[in-house]
């Protein structure tokens, strides 16, 4: 029997009189990767933010106590022209979380961040360097769950696919239970076993293939999605997955 | 007399230290200008002490903490009515204290004055600082994530509001330590300025930390004694201020790649 490691219940979340998202209700169980869609606005990134109560909302989110989240955030805030290292930054979570001295350095090998990175001051890191930065910072602590935002935004194809292999050896190696968002099918395909689709008057969720159809997909973005379904004699399934990609306008950084 | 002068060099100096550690937080935190507001908040109370015969530093550290929570309240909604508002405090306690103050104490509320300390001042001025450099390396790892990111350091278990509130207080109780010598409108200075000078001059934190603290350090001390021995103002404080703005001057010439 699975364990169920967060259950949400008749959340809402409005900023004022705009309602974001209403009346949300799903489970994650252990083990589980949820990709969660929909168009821009529909309220993706606030509700990660609901889940590790950064914002207030109504309703019931309830995380089991074997639950340990991790947080890939979107986009970072902060100034890049910081004085602040990667080592500076590994090391200062590391000592509030009273974790031993070398754990940063353990992390920084799994992830993929070399000794002269650490070293670096955080405004002189690359796309994908800061991003691994951000999922170093978000694995510091051993997380079970792990949020992911849109962690391949604005980075370029082939570090795009240097992140998700990441992602996948997390799931695959450690069982790490995570929540995607994401705008891109092929890896919603690839990585998912469930979906949860936001937007304004729809929300569901579902496996993959039961989910992503077209019909749904059209319902879900409103406008007619440009995506194509390119189906190889071969290869049927990959090349399904790999030439289902959506096309409406990506959130930017 | 010489003792007691003796003794405020010596507290300026320890001001100094904690003038730069906070400073560089500050900065980073972007809440310079929000703690500079604070200072000037001290103007009403040290009008009020002066004007019913009160010690002033009671009467200035009364309206910093008042003034402490009132910005950290509009500091907590963004946005462009919350710099308005905190504009709108600063001028108006300028104001008040302005109006409130007895003209011959005037010009010592806004600019400090140079009188010894007696030891007991000083023991509560050397407590003070030692509480916020103690704070400071205390609080350094939530402040150093809440800088990097309110959303992460929130998501690792700091308490985003808490934090300020701590910082805005250490930021006031070393505001408080420089009103002496420095009065309500030049004692953030030497917060702001060395942490500025020093944020020229190198990327890597800790070399930060140490250069805001000897600029600062560097800064007082030659204010002070060129102002004792050479200009004979009555208070250092505009001296040691302009010493500390060439010195932000000169950075920029140098600026760390």
């Known amino acids: ?253 | 007399m010489v003792r007691e002068q003796a003794l405020l060099f010596v507290l300026v100096l320890f001001f100094s230290l904690a003038a730069g550690l906070v400073g560089c937080v500050a900065l980073m935190r972007r809440m310079l200008l929000a703690g500079d507001v604070i200072s000037h908040l001290a103007l009403p109370g040290l009008g009020l002490a002066f004007t019913f015969k009160l010690n002033p530093v009671l009467g200035g550290a009364a309206t910093l903490f008042l003034g402490t929570f009132l910005v950290w309240q509009l500091q907590k909604k963004t946005g462009l009515a919350t710099e308005a508002a905190i504009g709108v405090v600063f001028a108006a306690a300028l104001a008040i204290g302005a109006a409130i103050t007895p003209s011959e104490n005037l010009a010592e509320s806004l600019f400090g004055e140079q009188q010894g300390i007696s030891p007991t001042g000083f023991l509560l001025g050397a407590a003070a600082v030692a509480l916020v450099v103690f704070a400071v390396f205390r609080l350094r790892d939530r402040l150093a994530l809440a800088i990097f990111s309110s959303d992460l350091a929130a998501a690792t278990g700091v308490r985003i509001a808490r934090l300020d509130l701590y910082f805005l207080l250490l930021f006031s109780l070393t505001v408080l330590v420089g009103l002496r010598f420095m009065g309500a409108l030049l004692a953030s200075s030497l917060i702001i300025m060395p942490s500025a000078t020093a944020r020229q001059l190198t990327n890597k934190l800790s070399h930060f930390f140490l250069f805001a603290v000897v600029i600062s350090l560097s800064a007082v001390a030659a204010g002070f004694l060129l102002n004792a021995f050479v200009l004979h103002f009555s208070t250092a404080g505009p001296t040691i201020a302009i010493i500390s703005a060439t010195l932000f001057s000169l950075s920029l010439l140098v600026r760390a790649k």
């Open chain 1, 1 to 253: 029997m699975t364990n169920r490691l967060l259950s949400v219940t008749n959340v809402t979340i409005s900023f004022g009189k705009r309602e974001v998202i209403r009346d949300l209700a799903f489970q994650v169980d252990e083990g589980d990767c949820i990709a969660i869609i929909g168009p821009n606005g529909a309220g993706k990134t606030v509700l990660l933010k609901a889940l590790l109560n950064l914002i207030p909302y109504r309703g019931e989110i309830l995380w089991s106590p074997q639950a340990r989240p991790g947080y890939v955030p979107q986009k970072v805030e902060a100034d890049r022209q910081l004085p602040l290292s990667t080592r500076d930054l590994l090391a200062a979570k590391a000592r509030l979380l009273k974790l031993p001295p070398a754990e940063p350095l353990g992390i920084c090998d799994e992830v993929g961040i070399s000794n002269e990175l650490l070293n670096t001051s955080i405004g002189a890191l690359s796309g994908g360097q800061f991003q691994k930065l951000l999922i170093a910072f978000a694995l510091l602590g051993r997380p079970n769950v792990l949020l992911f935002d849109e962690p391949t935004a604005s980075l370029d194809e082939l570090t795009e696919e240097h992140i998700y292999e990441l992602l996948h050896s997390l799931q695959a190696a450690k069982g790490m239970t995570v929540l995607l968002v994401s705008h891109d099918l092929s890896v919603v395909y690839r990585s998912a076993n469930k979906v949860l689709c936001l937007s304004k008057d729809k929300t569901c969720m579902g496996p993959p293939k039961e989910v992503l159809t077209p019909t749904m997909l059209q319902e879900l973005y409103a406008s007619p999605p440009h995506y194509y379904q390119h189906v190889h004699e071969h290869d049927h399934e990959s090349a399904r997955e790999r030439d289902l990609r959506i096309a409406p306008e990506r959130e930017k950084w």
